[in-house]
């Protein structure tokens, strides 16, 4: 076994230790309202987040108290192309002998892991009702009333919507969104007025209804609901015990276990399964905004490392499927989406995948996958040097495939950072062969003279962009010699020139570390460091590359109140730059995958107690986090206050592993 072998093994067993709660009952119950959800449909706005689970691409909410209806408000169809509420409740409840315009008084609503719950009564007494998933297709709907009779009913309101009945199964069809199914128990009677049902029994009984989807919009026939629905139930359930029983640590504040496991609710809602275009399943960066409907490459593999801990299948296939539409080159594209004609080819994103499948290695022990991704990797982390490097130095560049400075920014994940102000792109490879619907035109920005050239570069090398590459290069070494395979022929030779090993990657660092104010920066392609001070500096520490001297200097500029330690750590750009805005998205705010960079890279050299503090800062003060407020994509670094898009899943992904590390 090699000594890469045995340490990654032995760090998945600490893990699991450290998660393991020593053999302490973990409970969905335990925590009850994780994120509110309540929201009730109308005909202005969208909520803002859904329960789905098990790779659903439809989700519901909780009925508001104050404009309740009596029952789970959904499903709605989250994907990009047909995002709509196919009803306001599919299924409300009353007891049979009531009229359906009866008036419910909620006494109670639960979000649980895994789970929803809504309690309401009327003089006929009280209703409880709970919805689980059974799998991303099927879902359990179990009402409870004392088995007194009871009565169902809904509307569809979504034009074009065709609602039938064939015994006890309603039948919905869309055009676009496609066919579902309510299968009712055998002693209801179902009745259809247009777009509206009433299912009526008479039996005393507890009843279970399930809602089925299809998974594509195009199947031509109804789903039918095939299994136990109980056993499936007690296997979500043990799936969802499963994972807090991975993630929760005995020894945490009850408060930052919530964020854990609320860390691990917006993952999971975020999960979807494979559908259309997307090959593999995998998690999107946010349910709640429609654009965020695909997959990303370096959310992906922030959500994978993330996924490793708890539902390691799931991060295997996040990073299969932006494998998927790895091009000839070796190039992960931007994004894709169910239609894959809405990809993003522009540009690529920062080398994180090899440290997701070390990530998900180190927890599973899977070489069979380690080997099937190995020459997909080596041919991505190829394709940087050979693209991406304008004057073969072996030093790379953030760029773009037409040219365009808004693509390279995109590349970089930090779009309109300030060290980007003054950004220019230059010309790299060129293909005569490249077809003519590809190439660029005067309208776009580039003569017409270069409309073959496929590689462009900004005029600057960045620090982040090569500290990735560096760690990228020692974990692909690794990863080789711990399935028996050696990549050393087919390492880039451009990078080969400055020296291996450690020598490497030291000379990455000390390339872009200016003595000073003793920190790391871009340079342009003509020596010129950017100094604009901002979290890209943290990545030399997060990979380990910096010299302990390096990190020392940076560390005093990391801590500085004036700069990056300020009421929400590692803001974009320091707080004394004069572009800093606090709500400037990348030119200030605070984006939680920085802080994790930040606070793990001071944790690898020493400085435990300034990360353990800075990640309390975080956990403390962040709007919402440790109550029933969603896990957001960035935050005001001077209130804590919530910015842009809520459950967002990279986020999510590095809360959870800041909690995993906090005090080790």
Not at 553 to 565: L, P, Y
Not at 601 to 610: A, T
Request: glycine fraction near 8%.
């Amino acid at each position: 076994m090699t000594k890469f072998l045995t340490r990654t093994l032995i760090l998945a067993i600490v893990s699991a230790l450290a998660f393991s709660c020593s053999g302490e009952k973990v409970s969905v119950y335990d925590y009850d309202n994780i994120l509110d959800i309540s929201y009730t449909p109308n005909q202005v706005s969208r909520a803002g987040g859904w329960f789905s689970d098990s790779g659903s691409w439809y989700g519901f909410t909780v009925p508001e108290k104050e404009n309740w209806v009596n029952g789970f408000c959904g499903p709605f169809a989250l994907d990009l192309y047909v995002r709509r509420w196919v009803s306001d409740a599919a299924v409300k409840v009353c007891f049979a002998d009531e009229d359906t315009s009866v008036v419910y008084t909620p006494s109670a609503s639960h979000y649980y892991p895994g789970e929803l719950r809504i309690e309401a009564s009327s003089s006929e007494g009280e209703i409880v009702q709970s919805l689980v998933y059974l799998d991303d297709c099927n879902v359990l709907l179990q009402i409870r009333a004392g088995r007194k009779p009871l009565k169902c009913f809904g509307t569809f309101r979504l034009p074009g919507t065709a609602v039938t009945a064939d015994g006890n199964v309603l039948k919905i069809a869309h055009p676009r969104i496609g066919k579902m199914s309510v299968n009712f128990p055998k002693s209801f009677s179902l009745t259809v007025s247009d777009s509206s049902y009433t299912a009526v029994s008479w039996a005393s009984e507890n009843v279970d209804v399930i809602l089925s989807f299809n998974k594509e919009a195009s199947d031509s026939s109804y789903p039918v609901f095939v299994g136990n629905a109980s056993e499936m139930r007690k296997k979500t359930a043990l799936r969802w015990n499963g994972y807090l029983k991975k993630i929760v640590r005995k020894d945490m504040r009850p408060d930052y276990s919530r964020i854990a496991v609320k860390a691990v609710v917006t993952l999971i809602a975020n999960w979807k399964a494979a559908k259309g275009d997307l090959i593999h399943e995998g998690v999107v960066p946010s349910q709640g905004v429609g654009y965020f409907m695909g997959f990303w490459g370096w959310d992906s593999w922030k959500h994978a490392a993330a996924l490793s801990r708890f539902a390691p299948e799931v991060a295997e296939n996040q990073v299969r499927a932006m494998f998927d539409y790895q091009t000839p080159e070796g190039m992960i594209v931007d994004c894709i989406f169910t239609n894959s004609k809405g990809n993003n080819n522009r540009d690529s994103k920062p080398p994180l995948a090899v440290w997701a499948v070390s990530e998900i290695y180190a927890r599973t022990g899977d070489a069979a996958f380690v080997k099937e991704m190995l020459p997909k990797l080596l041919k991505y982390h190829q394709w940087w040097y050979k693209y991406r490097d304008h004057d073969a130095n072996g030093i790379c560049e953030y760029g773009s495939c037409d040219g365009t400075l808004i693509a390279a920014a995109w590349e970089s994940g930090m779009d309109n950072a300030v060290r980007f102000d003054s950004t220019e792109m230059v010309a790299n490879a060129v293909l005569p062969s490249l077809s003519e619907t590809s190439k660029m035109s005067e309208a776009s920005g580039v003569p017409s003279k270069d409309a073959d050239t496929v590689a462009w570069s900004m005029n600057q090398e960045s620090v982040d962009l090569n500290a990735f590459l560096a760690y990228e290069r020692s974990l692909l070494e690794k990863l080789a010699s711990a399935v028996g395979e050696s990549l050393s022929p087919d390492l880039p030779s451009a990078a080969s020139k400055l020296c291996a090993g450690e020598d490497y990657r030291r000379k990455i660092a000390d390339y872009f570390y200016v003595e000073t104010p003793g920190f790391f920066f871009d340079r342009r392609l003509d020596g010129k460091s950017i100094t604009a001070e901002g979290t890209e500096a943290c990545i030399p520490l997060w990979t380990g590359i910096a010299s302990k001297e390096q990190a020392e200097a940076a560390h005093k500029i990391f801590t500085d109140t004036s700069k990056f330690d300020i009421y929400i750590p590692f803001p974009t750009v320091s707080a004394d730059n004069p572009k800093f805005d606090t709500e400037g998205y990348w030119r200030g705010s605070t984006w939680l995958d920085q802080v994790y960079f930040g606070i793990e890279g001071l944790r690898r050299y020493g400085y435990g107690k300034d990360a353990d503090r800075f990640t309390r800062e975080v956990f403390d003060r962040l709007d919402g986090l440790t109550g029933a407020g969603p896990i957001c994509e960035n935050y005001n670094p001077r209130t804590g206050a919530v910015l842009e898009a809520p459950n967002f899943s990279w986020s999510a992904a590095h809360l959870l592993l800041l909690y995993e590390s906090y005090g080790k």
